[in-house]
């Protein structure tokens, strides 16, 4: 993972990925998962994202692990709240009310950190990662969450030759080929976005979707 590119984009305030109200795609298909009141649901590539907010609103308590510690001081500090912290394998541990957010490496998150994790929502990990780092991802974070925890996945769909990314593009068979072994996984909705897009229609893209997938941990 190119950590420099990541702390520039925020250092700089480039954050076009970050969304000034909760995914559509979360709020519709969350209820999905039948996931408990008090579940623990895991965030990677967090950022200061409202969707923890909106999370935390349906009664879950989130871990999210992000490479910026100024996107989780920005989240804490727009929350008005002053986190506790402390360091641990994982990084370094900001908590306050339903939030722990991690500064450190998804990759090298440790499995008895997300070991309590019922859920996973991975809105802007994958897409965030070329495929050399998509297959690390998948095979080291998601790999780590425990049997019969369940999530969403959201990606992006447009020719990957008329743009160079991030975000990337990840169709299903790429969905399935790098998860489809340890999970069990569902299309449950795919949605055309290039209207709404203008960054990537000046690009010159051509079509562009975005795709909803549902995922259980099969053992």
Request: hydrophobic fraction near 40%; glycine fraction near 8%; include cysteine.
């Amino acid at each position: 993972m190119d950590a420099d590119f990541w702390h520039d984009r925020w250092q700089t305030n480039k954050i076009g990925f970050h969304r000034d109200a909760p995914l559509p795609l979360l709020t519709q298909h969350w209820q999905s998962l039948g996931l408990r009141e008090g579940s623990r649901v895991f965030v990677p590539l967090c950022g200061k994202s409202l969707d923890m907010v909106w999370l935390a609103d349906q009664g879950h308590r989130v871990l999210g692990i992000e490479l910026s510690e100024l996107a989780i001081t920005q989240f804490f500090d727009e929350r008005g709240l002053s986190p506790r912290t402390h360091a641990s394998p994982a990084g370094t541990h900001h908590v306050a009310g339903p939030w722990e957010l991690v500064v450190g490496d998804a990759f090298a998150i440790p499995e008895e950190l997300l070991a309590d994790c019922a859920g996973v929502y991975d809105r802007a990990a994958l897409i965030a990662l070329p495929p050399d780092l998509r297959a690390t991802y998948a095979s080291t974070t998601w790999a780590r969450l425990p049997a019969h925890c369940r999530g969403l996945l959201v990606t992006l769909e447009y020719p990957q030759a008329e743009k160079s990314g991030p975000p990337f593009a990840v169709g299903e068979a790429e969905v399935h080929a790098r998860l489809g072994q340890r999970w069990q996984v569902e299309l449950l909705e795919r949605r055309d976005l290039l209207d709404y897009e203008p960054s990537f229609q000046a690009e010159g893209v051509s079509s562009l979707s975005t795709a909803v997938y549902r995922l259980e941990r099969a053992e």
